[in-house]
């Protein structure tokens, strides 16, 4: 069934239910003699680059690569489109490699063909806190699909995280693989309505007409928490504790410091917004919420090209009710002119979609682990972890 990931240290479906393997690494790291020094080969046609994010130039292949040949829905109506801005940020994190920026070129016309990238995280499993690279952008020309060159590229990445002596590796995928340490669920919190349903995106509701759905998903014009507002770099350490504190309750969380939180969430135009609440009284920065930006192209539309969508990212709340301070957070979402504003069904998040009117979508987003174990799979509302 599975050629290639039958062969890699991940989890199989055989062993689901196999209560006698510890829960760890699947395989013990490798005298780093032993990782392989030369790129694994690729059919000759092609040859490797290291993607350069820095550089207008690649940044603008990168970007025009997935623009045209990522992640799509399961109609082909919508394809992700992540700005350049959003992908130098998501792939320059603190300690990021370089070399982890994988991209392979056409060697006639040097045309950049396909992509992936890793980046370094700690990620804590239960209470085991383990160095991971998380893979992202994995993405192969449409015209050279289903040539197996994603086992290669796969297996390129595994090679250059090895070399830095990291050995465990986190992904998501919207396809099933051996195997989820969670399934979760999208959920789509409509903001512009109309459009949504002009688009195709969602429809217009059983005895509904388009005015009282209008009217249904109305917002305030600002938020209502008093002491809510926008995340600023003096806030980094206030904010590095509430959301230590919040993500120890979850079995897989990332293990963030003050240069993590700086880097993923203070906020950034048009790639990631913050939010905070503080307390008139005391000064005390007691709830947070966050969201990123993330709009796909809507494909073969008259009227309109992209669908702007927010993500929900991380949100702590220890004094405002979390069902408040994602109203906020939906009331700001509107004033910055997004249509919808997304949210996957992970850590506390259940306790909000429903009443927010939140309704799920068509797709699911699987979690995997690669070289670790877990003892079973989590529930959606165990994992404290957002990949972009
Ligand atoms: S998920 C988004 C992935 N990208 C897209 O869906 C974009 C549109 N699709 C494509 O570009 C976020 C192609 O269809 C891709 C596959 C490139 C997906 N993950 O080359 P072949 C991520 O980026 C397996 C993993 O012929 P293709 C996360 C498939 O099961 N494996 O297919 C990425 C089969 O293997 P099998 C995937 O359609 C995580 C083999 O690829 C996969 O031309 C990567 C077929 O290859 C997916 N999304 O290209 C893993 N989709 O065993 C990281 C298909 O079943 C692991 N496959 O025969 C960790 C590495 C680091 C470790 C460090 C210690
Ligand atoms: C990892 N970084 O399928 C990314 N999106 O529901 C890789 N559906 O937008 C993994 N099909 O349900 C990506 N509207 C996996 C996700 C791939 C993209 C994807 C789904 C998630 C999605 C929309 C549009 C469907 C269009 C037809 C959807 C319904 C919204 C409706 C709003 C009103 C209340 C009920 C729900």
């Known amino acids: 069934r599975h050629k290639f990931w039958e062969t890699q240290p991940v989890g199989q479906f055989k062993d689901v239910d196999d209560t006698s393997v510890p829960e760890g690494p699947i395989e013990p790291p490798a005298p780093l003699s032993e990782v392989k020094k030369e790129p694994y080969n690729l059919p000759s046609p092609y040859e490797w680059t290291t993607c350069e994010m820095d550089s207008e130039e690649t940044c603008t292949e990168v970007y025009n690569l997935l623009k045209n040949n990522y992640v799509e829905d399961d109609e082909s109506m919508f394809r992700f489109n992540y700005s350049k801005e959003f992908l130098r ?14 991209g392979v070129r056409a060697k006639a016309s040097k045309k950049l063909v396909a992509f992936i990238t890793g980046v370094p995280a700690r990620i804590r499993v239960r209470d085991v806190v383990v160095r991971m690279a998380e893979i992202n952008f994995l993405c192969v020309h449409k015209k050279l699909r289903s040539k197996r060159l994603a086992p290669v590229m796969i ?14 590796a986190a992904y998501t995928a919207g396809v099933v693989l051996p195997t989820p340490i969670t399934t979760c669920q999208y959920w789509h919190r409509s903001l512009n309505p109309k ?21 249904l998903y109305k917002l305030p014009d600002s938020p209502a928490t008093p002491g809510f507002r926008k995340m600023e770099l003096r806030d980094v350490p206030a904010v590095t504790r509430l959301l230590r504190d919040y993500l120890s309750q979850f079995v897989v969380a990332p293990d963030f410091d003050e240069n993590d939180v700086e880097h993923w969430l203070l906020p950034h135009e048009n790639v990631v917004d913050s939010y905070l609440v503080e307390s008139p009284k005391t000064h005390e920065i007691t709830d947070f919420c966050s969201f990123y930006t993330l709009p796909s192209s809507i494909l073969g539309n008259q009227t309109y090209s992209t669908l702007k969508a927010a993500y929900s990212y991380y949100n702590v709340s220890s004094k405002t009710p979390l069902l408040q301070l994602m109203n906020d957070a939906l009331i700001v979402a509107k004033q910055k002119d997004f249509d919808v504003f997304n949210a996957l069904d992970v850590m506390q998040n259940e306790c909000f979609l429903k009443e927010l009117k939140f309704g799920p979508g068509d797709g699911q987003l699987h979690y995997y682990l690669y070289n670790y174990r877990t003892r079973h799979a989590l529930k959606p509302s165990e994992l404290g972890l957002v990949l972009l």
Request: charged share 25%.
């Open 89 to 102: 940020w998501a792939l320059h994190p603190p300690g990021y490699y370089k070399s982890w920026h994988i």
């Open 195 to 215: 459009k949504l349903i002009d688009v195709g995106f969602s429809r217009l509701g059983a005895r509904m007409t388009m005015s009282r759905t209008v009217k």
């Open 155 to 168: 297996k390129e990445v595994t090679r250059r995280v090895h070399l830095e002596n990291i050995w465990q």
